[in-house]
């Protein structure tokens, strides 16, 4: 080690971690959410692997009928990009309804609505 | 329902170059989560993995800023310290360039994940 570095720690993080585990249809599932300033870092996964990496933007459209309405625009940085990965990311994303952008990471045995919404569940536990 | 947790966290800091810097590494199967930073910001990501062929780890910047390249050296280092693991490494840096600072800092992980990466996974 150099001598610059000192092994003396103060605060321990700040980012906050939470982590949620479950059995969601026979599968292991783990939630964890890193709370950074800019960004959610969700990860929702059954392999415990971050699988396919979805960057979920929200888009603020003012909607004369409804005031306003959050739209948001996914972008997957990794993996699998098809349909079903933005469908699934919109709807976990728009179920949090964050205050920020979401870098969601989705590794999922079973892809089922069903799962898909207890996944959300878990997911919430870990926001409040 | 709960079940016990198969991912592990470590959240620590260190002061390098009287600059307290923030570490969060995640231990997933086959792969790690590393971020490093002085502020709680995500401002980009990068993946790197083992080169079937040749010695240099294949790395790309995943988002975020594409001239900063400290995530994406990062990443390349840990992969070529970490490579008897030879697991994917996940990468954020929000470090501002420092020559110095990330020499230490890099040091700092590859000690992290030496001492622990061999462990369960």
């Not at chain 2, 709680?40 to 294949?58: D, E, F, Q, R, T």
């Amino acid at each position: 080690m150099a001598a610059s570095t000192n092994p003396g720690t103060q605060q321990k993080s700040i980012v906050t971690t939470k982590q949620a585990a479950a059995d969601i249809a026979g599968h292991h599932t783990e939630i964890v959410v890193n709370n950074f300033k800019d960004h959610l870092f969700i990860i929702a996964t059954q392999y415990m692997k971050l699988g396919t990496v979805v960057q979920v933007t929200q888009d603020l459209i003012a909607d004369e009928v409804q005031g306003s309405c959050p739209m948001f625009s996914t972008n997957v940085l990794l993996g699998k990009d098809e349909p079903l990965t933005h469908v699934m990311a919109k709807t976990i994303v728009a179920a949090l309804n964050p205050s920020k952008d979401v870098i969601l990471s989705l590794a999922l045995k079973d892809t089922t609505p069903d799962t898909v919404h207890a996944v959300t569940d878990l997911i919430k536990t870990c926001l409040r | 329902m709960a079940s016990p947790s198969q991912i592990a966290v470590s959240d620590f800091s260190e002061i390098i170059l009287d600059k307290t810097v923030f570490f969060k590494v995640m231990r997933l199967t086959d792969s790690f989560f590393v971020w490093v930073g002085l502020e709680p910001h995500l401002s980009n990501m990068a993946v790197a993995m083992p080169a079937k062929y040749g010695s240099v780890p294949s790395c790309s910047l995943l988002f975020g800023n594409k001239s900063d390249l400290s995530s994406t050296s990062l990443a390349q280092k840990l992969e070529l310290t970490a490579k008897k693991l030879s697991k994917q490494v996940f990468v954020s840096c929000t470090v501002p360039f420092d020559q110095h600072l990330s020499v230490l800092v890099e040091k700092r992980l590859a000690q992290e994940l030496a001492l622990n990466g061999s462990g369960d996974l």
